[in-house]
């Protein structure tokens, strides 16, 4: 709740991640007013590609070390058909 913030000048930054809900997101105009709201994208268009870049070699290493925990299954490349045919949903990356 925004007036629970003890420092409501504070930047509050909204990040926008999917639109499943819908494809409006509808902020009351009081939450405006009540804070110092940023709102943000995180497509793909929502990061300079040299920010993106930077920060690849760090992720990879969290991810390799384990880190994160990465829930994807490997397909090889030549089953790409029939794994995009498939709804299981799951993640996937394609392998060559």
Sequence with gaps: MLTARTDRSAPLTWVQIGSMAGASALIPSAAL??????IVGSGIGSVPPRDFTAELPELAQAVTEGALDVQARAVPLARIAEAWSQETGER???VP
């Design 33 to 38: 007013r009540a804070a110092r709201l940023e």
């Design 92 to 94: 996937m990356v394609f």
